[in-house]
């Protein structure tokens, strides 16, 4: 993929009229455009509605009498010298009944060819990219990614700098370099790799409280940068310090995962590896599959980021995939990571226009970004999903109903969990009396019965477990019918999650593609 800078050069000199630019960060990108305009031979000038037209590196005084976007743009239409202008948030004014002299829109419409003749360019910069139907044709559309590694390291050494240069004059900076020098000169890189995903001002300002509090660690940084990732309100930042050895069974995908981590090292990328792309749990609902994401996320020691659809979905027409597209792109920027998705059939399944949409948007990012993201999917009713969706997964699992053996590791784990000693109990026999049972109800039964226990002021025992298992109706007995249909569905194209006892498995993976 080109840099960004590259190919908002390229459209400048191909003398594109109208660019819009998608992005937060306008310093940022006020410093890429005067580089162009430097190499180019142009001037550069930003308008805002508050300063007018003003040039933004020399601190200019700004004209007051641009500050109507109608006269700035009018102001644009009679400049003879080949210039790059910036408008920021232009698009707020562009459907606005009360702009002086007409519409916004149309004005732009007729610079088009006036200013690709005078080799002007006009960028319209703005956080959402919202092109009204009248400039569709008219208009290049970029969205600025975040900072690669180059930048964040170029901002991180300058602050290092900064914080030399003035502790050569004041005590307190004195100080803070004492503590923090270790950490700029021994840690930059894990340091710098942690920033990812943030704008060069979050960076800053994370980096900045991290000199204040004298707390300079990767740790401090993702603790900020969970926050701000919170804050953009479509991805959740997980925190997990569950480990395989918190899930119980699932041996075969267990096995996967192990090598799964290998991947991600430098010699496994030397010896022609990539690290992994995509991983599909599918099985009934409390299989541990969720469990499973999270210490997923724990063996390849990167950050895992859950994409809730109840805030990518929207009633606005575009604005879900608008989302979806928002919450990839800031996946790739943190990236390496585990990007999963919950119940996925929710969001890829049906036949509505707005679905095809994010499919579309989904499909295509998993082909051609190059970012080591793990895309870990989740999904209780595989048979909803489209064939063209189950391919782009490397391996698929089915997570069916805990074996046995499964069942007794699963108490074995909850009981010490609670400190409760799994000696003391008869695993083989809790295993028998909650044939059918999944994972989840193994745990709600064991803290019923704990509950209960302590209430009556005595230790738990398996008699207790026994009774209120064999008086519950577990879900699976409920609805055998729909289990033995999605075993039927998967059972050609994924994988069992669980190995029998013998060792054997016979899971193949197989999608039937069709147009």
Known sequence: MRPFSDELQTLIMARYPLIWVQTYEETRLIAILSRIAAVRGKQ?????????????????????????PMFALEAVNEQQTPTIYAFLDLHDHLTDPNTKDGSIIRKLRDLHDRLKSSNTSLILVSPKAEIPMELEKSIAL?????????????????????????????????????????????????????????????????????????????????????????????????????????????????????????????????????????????????????????????????????????????????????????????AEAVAPCVLWTDEIEKMMAGEHEETARMLSVWLTHFEECDAPILRLATSNRP????????????????????????????????????????????????????????GREIVNLIKECLTTAFYEERPLTTDDLVREAEGTICTSKQKDANIDALRAHVKDWAVPASKQPNGANDGRRHVEYTE
């Not at 037209?53 to 009498?65: E, S, V």
């Not at 030399?164 to 923090?180: C, H, I, W």
């Not at 069942?407 to 409760?420: D, S, T």
Request: hydrophobic share 35%; proline share 6%; with cysteine.
């Open 142 to 330: 970029l969205s600025m990614p975040y900072p690669d590694e180059t930048e964040l390291r170029d901002l991180f050494d300058r602050l290092y700098e900064d914080l030399k240069f003035r502790a050569q004059a004041e005590p307190a900076a004195e100080r803070t370099l004492q503590v923090l020098e270790p950490a700029f000169r021994t840690n930059r890189d894990a340091l710098v790799q942690a920033g990812r995903g943030l704008t060069l001002d979050e960076y800053e300002n994370v980096i900045t409280k991290c000199k204040v509090e004298k707390n300079l660690t990767v740790e401090a940084i993702l603790t900020e940068k969970e926050q701000i990732i919170k804050k953009a309100g479509i991805l959740e930042y997980f925190r997990t310090d569950q480990t395989l050895d918190d899930v119980g069974g699932l041996d075969n995908l267990k096995d996967w995962i192990r090598k799964a981590g290998k991947r991600y090292s430098k010699e496994a990328i030397a010896y022609g590896l990539e690290p992994p792309r995509g991983v599909l749990l599918t099985g009934p609902p409390g299989t541990g599959k969720s469990l499973s994401a999270k210490a997923i996320a724990q063996v390849l020691k990167v950050p895992l980021l859950r994409m809730d659809m109840s805030k990518i979905a929207s009633q606005w027409y575009g604005k879900s995939t608008e989302n979806i597209a928002k919450a990839l792109k800031l």
């Open 383 to 438: 048979m909803n999903l489209k064939p063209e969706f189950l391919q782009r997964f490397e391996r698929s699992f089915f997570v069916d109903l805990p074996l046995p053996h499964e069942r007794a590791e699963i108490f074995e784990i909850h009981l010490r969990k609670r400190k409760c000693d799994p000696a003391r109990f008869d695993l083989p026999e809790l295993a028998r009396a909650t044939d059918g049972f999944v």
């Open 44 to 68: 550069l000038r930003a308008w805002t509605i508050t300063e007018g037209i003003h040039d933004p590196m020399k601190g200019h005084r700004a004209d007051p009498t641009t500050t109507d």
